[in-house]
């Protein structure tokens, strides 16, 4: 008996620590994560119902904050800058979740079948040398959401590798190689080196500005993406609509 009284006495104390749990966040939202550059991007979640959740962003130290619902869903949006970075982005319930190394930049859903699966690794073209090159390509990052199916749009995914993969080396091997190599280009001809600096959005809109082969053409097929509203379900994509210089950035599902 003397022994089960301190083990109980463990047992109860450790009760309230587990009412203490960490604001819960989607998949998407982890270390190393890309935002879309000046727009307002909606973040949301799961918390203790009623409890008041802040989102402090560090490239401006301002704080946002909102109240979980009587089901425990919080969301809200935060205002992004021109592209930079690396950022931290804090969420707290009263037990801070900090999210690191993130940057602020433009974001493409790369969405398709066997063609967007294909690897870099499944043998492109100078694979080893695109290996090798790889790590001077850091700040190209890839979310990879698993494939699943859903009657209806979904608040959160399943995703690889525990979230967010900065480009290098090591992990370049793994990424869509269309993905990647559309990434390159980007970076290349919008971006440069690209931390810091804006982009004409005009020139993302014309297919013809980045690929000069693909003329008109290009251009219907860009506006037509860009209009596209994204989900979490297979085989829905595009990239995110722009309403104006701030648009909402990806829905929460």
Known sequence: MRICKPIF???AGLLPLRLLADVKLPAIFTDNMVLQQRSDVKFWGEA????????????????YETAADAS????TAVETPSAG????VTISDGRPVELKNVLVGEVWICSGQSNMEMRVAD??????RELKEADGYRNIRLLHIDNSTSPAPLADAKVR????????AENVADFSATGYFFGKELHRNLLGRYAGRGVDQRRCAR?????PQAGREGEDAARIDRGAQPDLRRGHGGV???DGPRGPGLREG
Do not use: D, K
Request: hydrophobic share 30%; glycine share 14%.
């Open 9 to 11: 006495l463990l047992l």
């Open 161 to 168: 590798h525990g979230g967010w993969q900065v480009c290098s």
């Open 207 to 211: 297919g013809h500005s980045l690929f």
């Open 72 to 75: 425990g869903r919080w969301t």
């Open 123 to 128: 043998r492109v073209t100078n694979m080893e």
């Open 85 to 88: 970075g690396p950022y931290t």
């Open 48 to 63: 203790a119902p009623g409890r008041t959740v802040r989102i402090t962003t560090s490239w401006n130290g301002r704080s």
């Open 240 to 242: 995110a609509r722009r």
